[in-house]
């Protein structure tokens, strides 16, 4: 006579299913937290005053932009000012050439901008951030 096994019960499914949704688990956690979550925003004076700075880590640093000038190393820099003379100065080091006028127009279109980079130094009042690029609005996506 033949048995028929069931396709979905028994012991050794309920615990293979089981190691299954934890190890699904642990990965969307350990993924969550390698990803560090959105970056925090800040305008330039409360980075500035940030203590301890979050250096290596991204920011979101919003001002007003006042200059724009190459780099000795051929990167295009944008300087942002905030209300009290503090001032965050960013790199944009994957932008081409080619492309800078179009994102000195995207700057020109509004003094206050959004910048993400990743912060690498501040002292002086002065924060350096590289990698940078420019938020056309702050989302909780971004």
């Known amino acids: 006579m033949v048995a028929l096994r069931p396709v979905v019960g028994g012991p050794r499914y ?5 190691i299954g949704i934890a190890v699904a688990i642990a990965v969307c956690a350990l993924d969550r937290l ?21 250096i290596d880590h991204d920011v979101i640093v919003t001002g007003t932009w006042t200059a724009t000038a190459p780099t000795v ?34 700057l020109i279109a ?7 980079g990743r912060c690498e130094q501040v002292s ?11 938020i056309d609005g702050l989302s909780t996506t971004e």
Request: hydrophobic content about 40%.
């Open 110 to 116: 509004s003094s206050e901008v959004a910048i993400r």
């Open 14 to 18: 309920a615990t293979a299913l089981g």
């Open 73 to 106: 190393d051929g990167h295009f820099r944008v300087i942002v000012c905030g209300q009290k003379g503090s001032r965050a100065v960013c790199h944009f080091e994957n932008v081409a050439p080619a492309d800078r006028s179009r994102l000195e127009r995207r």
């Open 34 to 54: 390698s990803i560090g979550g959105p970056a925090p925003v800040f305008d330039v004076e409360d980075l500035v005053a940030q203590s301890p700075a979050p």
């Open 124 to 134: 002086d009042g002065v924060a350096v951030l590289g990698d940078c690029r420019l």
